[in-house]
């Protein structure tokens, strides 16, 4: 059996060894991601800026979920839906629901839809959908038209998975838990304020004769001025969004199990499987009879 020359051992180590690893994924040129990652590592600091604009934006997305209990009761008995005033809370119940029914089923989606596209777009599509379906709820002249709006709503509002995400992205690891701790804090004080504007500010015509008359539009509105203030706020969150950084990072991933096993191929990855050495049965008259 003849040995492999020291030089020939290098130089098929040298080919062998390979120069791009199999499966790896190649970020593109410009990564929001891979930007991002260069500046965490230069400043070791907690980002108060971007955790700032992640708190206000959960903060302005988080108002709408409870801002209508306080007046439901008053506008579904003003929409006239219930015959009898014992079937209000029923009806009540159904345009209640209806947000929470339309976050049921686009959780996942928008999950999908942020890893794919990005945590930026979907932040602020949830915000846009706060600035236009709550307004449009409190101008809901009808018991359906305030059920689909609350619906399209919690449909469209997909922040909440993708923007812990975000949270834990945007900083260093060591202060991710600060992150996530800021979006559910945000939240709870959004269940707190939200409710405190739906009930000070529905039926201003009637609380603050001196400040809005009848025949106003907040008048023939009773319900709109807690969703107009809330989306006010939500509009300042969005022009708040400009500033925030992408953190998803964009790889190529067109073909990409092509063009590794390409790469594998050229640096010599793709091994031939190792051929079993060839016995000389010859000289052994045992194995001459076996394999006879």
Known sequence: VQRAQPTEVMAAGAVAAPLLAKGRRVCKEGCPGCRLDQINKTNTGVPYLNFFYVW??????????QSLFPYLYFMIRDLKVAKQEEDIGFYAGFVGAAYFLGRTT?????????????????????IL?????????GLSTTYWMAIITRGLLGLLCGILGPIKAYASEVCRKEHQALGISLVTSSRSIALIIGPAIGGFLARPAKKYPNLF????????????????????????????????PETLHMYHDEKMEAIDAMGAQVNGIYEEPAKEPSVDVSNNPLLCLLSS
């Open 56 to 65: 206000v934006v959960c903060l302005c997305a988080a108002l709408p979920i």
């Open 106 to 126: 686009s959780a996942v989606p928008w999950g999908m839809f942020a890893d794919k596209y990005g945590r930026k777009p979907c932040i602020m599509i949830s």
């Open 129 to 137: 959908s706060v600035i236009v379906f709550n307004t449009l709820f």
């Open 213 to 244: 008359s009848e025949e106003s539009i907040f008048g023939r509105f009773p319900y709109f001025l807690p969703c107009l203030v809330i989306s006010a706020l939500a509009a300042a969150a969005g022009v708040a969004c400009i500033w925030l």
